[in-house]
C-alpha cells in the first residue's frame, strides 16, 4: 500500500519568514494530493490540493509543488502569520481520492 | 447545524463499557469516514461508507463496528477496548470520489480514554 512520510516534524520560524514542508510518497499511482491544517481542538481541514497532471498551485499565500518523477509534493508558506501555527498534514491518494494515506504531520509554530 | 458534527466530545470508558461515538454531516455527501488520531501515529483510516455500503476496513479489530444507517449519520460502536484504544477518533465525509469532489470534511473529533 502507499506509504507518505512528511519532514521536519516540528517547524519553528519568524512571523513573515517563509516555511516549508516536504512529503514522498511510494505508490506511482498516486494522482490526489491534498494538504490539511489541524488547529488545537478541531479536526483538519483542507488548505489546498494538487492532482498529478499539475506542478504547481498556488492560493494567495499558500503553494503546492509536485514532482512525479522524485515522487514527493511540498507545501509552501509565505510571510508567515502567528495565525499560521497548527499541525499540517500530507496525504495521497490513487484515483478516487476515498482513501486518503497521511503523513505523520508537521507543527508549525510561528513566532511574533 | 452545519459540517460535519460529532457527540459526544469527550468520553472516559472503563474496558468493560459499551459506548457509541456519533457524527452527523449536513453537507449532502454520500461517502462517510471514520480515522483514528493518537499521538504517535498518522491519522489512520479505519472505515469508508460509500452510499451507506461499507468499502474498507483497515484490519481494524473487531471491538469497534462500525454502522451506517443512512448517508447522513455514522456511528462507531465500543465495546471491551483496551488502554492503547484511546485517541481522538475523526469523522469525516465527502462526495463519493468517482463522482468528483475529492475534499474530505472533518468533525471536530471525539477525545476518547479508556482506563
Known amino acids: 500500500g502507499e506509504n507518505v512520510e512528511q519532514h521536519p516534524s516540528t517547524l519553528s520560524v519568524q512571523e513573515g519568514d517563509s516555511a516549508v514542508i516536504k512529503c514522498t510518497y511510494s505508490?506511482?499511482?498516486?494522482?490526489?494530493f491534498p494538504w490539511y491544517k489541524q488547529e488545537l481542538g478541531k479536526g483538519p481541514q483542507l488548505i489546498i490540493d494538487?492532482?498529478?497532471?499539475?506542478g504547481e498551485k498556488k492560493d494567495q499565500r499558500i503553494a503546492v509543488t509536485l514532482n512525479k518523477t522524485a515522487k514527493h509534493f511540498s507545501l509552501h508558506i509565505t510571510e508567515t502569520q502567528p495565525e499560521d501555527s497548527a499541525v499540517y498534514f500530507c496525504?495521497?491518494?490513487?484515483?478516487?481520492?476515498?482513501?486518503?494515506?497521511f503523513g505523520g504531520g508537521t507543527r508549525l509554530m510561528v513566532k511574533p | 447545524e452545519t459540517g460535519v458534527t460529532q457527540t459526544p466530545r469527550h468520553l472516559v470508558m472503563g474496558m468493560t463499557n459499551k459506548k457509541s461515538l456519533k457524527c452527523e454531516q449536513h453537507?449532502?455527501?454520500?461517502?462517510m469516514y471514520w480515522y483514528k488520531q493518537s499521538a504517535k501515529k498518522p491519522l489512520e483510516l479505519m472505515f469508508v461508507?460509500?452510499?451507506?455500503?461499507?468499502?474498507e476496513n483497515n484490519s481494524v479489530p473487531s471491538r469497534f463496528s462500525p454502522e451506517c444507517p443512512n448517508s447522513s449519520h455514522l456511528f462507531l460502536h465500543l465495546h471491551t477496548l483496551q488502554p492503547e484504544d484511546s485517541a481522538l477518533y475523526l469523522c469525516?465525509?465527502?462526495?463519493?470520489?468517482?463522482?468528483?469532489?475529492?475534499?474530505?470534511?472533518f468533525g471536530p473529533g471525539t477525545r476518547l480514554t479508556v482506563l
Open positions: 469525516a465525509s465527502s462526495q463519493d470520489g468517482t463522482s468528483g469532489g475529492l475534499e474530505q470534511f
Open positions: 505508490d506511482s499511482a498516486s494522482n490526489y
Open positions: 494538487i492532482r498529478s497532471n499539475v
Open positions: 496525504a495521497a491518494s490513487y484515483n478516487a481520492g476515498n482513501m486518503l494515506t
Open positions: 453537507l449532502g455527501h454520500n461517502a
Open positions: 461508507y460509500s452510499l451507506e455500503e461499507r468499502v
